[in-house]
């Protein structure tokens, strides 16, 4: 038995080690986890106030147009008959930029 826990002993230590390391260090990095997550906010906010709506296109459910139509705006679109729909990635709310910029 004495060998048994002298053979365990030395993992027991570093594991002890290592959390007082990650307790020392953990004021630090709750810091720079604040610093990103409000960097990451305002980049949002940002994002959102400049490039909300932009990421629309117009797409034509029927395959009558063989002419290329100039669409500028969701205006144009809904005249010519087409439908004025959101991208996957848009920065339409807070929410969708956050992610974007995050994985970004």
């Known amino acids: 038995m004495p060998i048994l826990l002298s053979f365990l ?8 080690f290592a959390g007082k390391i990650i307790m020392k260090c953990l004021p630090r990095m709750l810091r720079l986890i604040f610093f ?3 960097f990451l906010f305002v980049t949002g906010v940002l994002a959102t106030k400049l490039l909300k709506g932009s990421m629309n296109s117009c797409v034509f459910s ?10 500028s705006n969701k205006w144009d679109c809904l005249d010519q008959g087409g439908d004025w729909v959101d991208s996957i990635y848009n ?4 929410f969708n930029s956050l992610s974007i910029l995050f994985t970004v």
């Open 9 to 16: 002993s030395k993992p027991v230590k570093d594991i002890h």
């Open 36 to 38: 990103a997550v409000l």
């Open 62 to 71: 029927e395959e009558k147009y063989t002419e290329e139509l100039t669409v």
């Open 91 to 94: 920065f339409n709310n807070i």
